[in-house]
């Protein structure tokens, strides 16, 4: 640890990411421009989170990182990994163990408390991205809160599909003002992002954005009065621990085609085995 | 510059700033909850929390702009040597410190633009007492309502008014700080 500064970012970068972070908080959904860092891992792998991260660990704080609901992937490992290094602080794998929890892809289904921090990793910040390349132009989309062409998006998910096709990085308004990029988390993970206890942040490196939704924010997923919002999961039960209404992930587990479900959050499927809850392949 | 302004920083910046950022961004993120904020020495009449704050957050790129008797010799040199902050008028500061009279009227600081709603102005006003009662405070980082002690009730209203565009400010009281960012609805309370 000795041969990094604190949290591996110098301090006139981390001044800048603060304040940054800040502003974020004061107008919640709005995507403040920052001057991301080359991070020593490439795009993509979480560089914004790892420099909000960064930017907002102290000593004391104890670390959780998931990839997609996992903590034992390559993504998670190397950034527990990197803190671990740079910042010597401790980490662990229990959601309610960690003061800071950085994710790539999911909210942990365990309620977050007010001591948290959640700071997702975003690899497109700009909700209207797809709907419109020019960045002159979504900003004044959002300046004017001309937010008429997500839905229709939405609206040509259903005349094509029948139902709203979207089913992860869906549109969210913040406090009636921002629509917002919950980053490609589920769907499913969508109606936890409002009310949240904890402070949530987001890091967008390559696009050089940040964001952030203070705790009991109003969260809204975009939706119709006669489609309404739903958050949906595959229609199973965990094959291991047996849980109903977490996320899961669909695994593919010989060459015939034979596939099993399991909890994508691997501390809370681990936490009910522990506990004793049995799904019907549990070894 | 008197020796006094090289004293009184961080003993220890990465940890003693991280921690002092803590306490800034929790004090943000919960409008009307007072935080601590401590490692700051800065000279009369700075409070520590401030000091702290503008330890944590300014810095060359940051032009501060100092109100009544804030704008003295031994505050500009402790800025200067320990952050390198230019000083700057009410138009065209990132952050403005004083107590609410010499920082008043709001009307003169930078608001953001539209399309830019964060390049606006952050207040450090100095209070003499932080304590939560007094005015009620609703809206984003608050379950229900939260209570603070304010200076002023209509000038938070229509600063919040504004939203998206609008001031934040810090309210600073020895080592505690509290915020209120634009995004809150102040109203006075009943009773």
Redesign the interface.
């Known amino acids: 640890m000795s041969e990094y500064?604190?949290?591996y970012l110098d301090?006139?970068t981390?001044?800048?990411i603060?304040?940054?972070?800040?502003?974020?908080?004061?107008?919640?959904g709005?995507q403040?421009?920052f001057a991301s860092r080359e991070m020593p891992m490439p795009y993509g792998w979480g560089t914004g989170g790892v420099q909000v991260t960064a930017?907002?660990?102290?000593?004391s704080d104890t670390l959780k990182v998931i990839d997609q609901g996992a903590d034992d992937t390559t993504n998670a490992v190397s950034i527990r990994k990197f803190f671990e290094r740079t910042a010597g602080v401790e980490t662990t794998e229990k959601t309610a163990h960690a003061s800071i929890i950085q994710t790539r892809h999911r909210i942990p289904e365990e309620s977050l408390t007010?001591d948290q921090v959640l700071v997702f990793q975003v690899p497109i910040p700009e909700p209207l991205r797809f709907l419109e390349p020019s960045e002159v132009e979504t900003?004044?989309m959002?300046?004017?809160e001309e937010y008429g062409l997500m839905h229709v998006k939405l609206y040509e998910d259903i005349s094509r599909h029948g139902h709203i096709a979207t089913s992860y990085a869906y549109p969210v308004k913040v406090?009636g003002?921002?629509v917002m990029d919950p980053s490609p988390i589920p769907k499913f993970d969508n109606p936890k992002l409002g009310d949240m206890a904890a402070?949530q942040l987001f890091g967008a490196g390559r696009e050089q954005r940040i964001y952030?939704?203070?705790?009991?924010?109003?969260v809204v997923s975009l939706d119709f009065e006669d489609h309404p919002f739903e958050a949906s999961k595959a229609d199973h039960a965990c094959a291991l621990c047996g849980a109903e209404h977490s996320y899961l992930d669909e695994v593919i587990v010989d060459d015939s085609g034979k596939r099993m479900f399991v909890c994508s959050d691997t501390d809370f499927c681990e936490s009910r085995r522990a506990a004793g809850h049995v799904g019907e392949q549990a070894a | 510059m008197q020796e006094q302004s090289l004293q009184g920083g961080f003993s220890c910046e990465p940890i003693e700033a991280a921690q002092a950022f803590r306490a800034a961004m929790s004090a943000m993120a919960r409008p009307g909850r007072i935080e601590v904020m401590a490692g700051a020495r800065p000279p009369a009449p700075m409070s520590v929390a401030a000091g702290a704050l503008i330890l944590t957050l300014c810095d060359p790129e940051t032009p501060v702009y100092l109100a009544g008797a804030w704008a003295c010799a031994e505050v500009r040199d402790w800025i200067t040597f320990h952050c390198g902050a230019p000083f700057a008028d009410r138009a065209t500061c990132t952050f403005a410190l004083g107590d609410w009279a010499s920082l008043s009227p709001l009307s003169a600081y930078p608001i953001g633009t539209p399309e830019y709603p964060d390049r606006s102005a952050t207040l450090i006003v100095e209070v003499p007492v932080l304590a939560e009662q007094g005015a009620t405070l609703r809206g984003p980082g608050i379950r229900d309502t939260a209570t603070l002690l304010l200076p002023e009730v209509a000038a938070f209203q229509s600063n919040s008014a504004l939203f998206p565009l609008g001031l934040d400010f810090f309210l600073t009281s020895g080592e505690c700080l509290a915020a209120v960012p634009r995004t809150i609805q102040v109203s006075q309370s009943e009773g």
Request: positive net charge.
């Open positions: 500064n604190f949290a301090e006139q981390k001044r800048m603060r304040r940054a972070i800040l502003k974020g908080l004061a107008v919640p709005y403040v421009p930017a907002t660990l102290v000593p007010e900003r004044k959002h300046s004017l406090e003002r921002y402070i952030a939704l203070p705790p009991y924010t109003q």
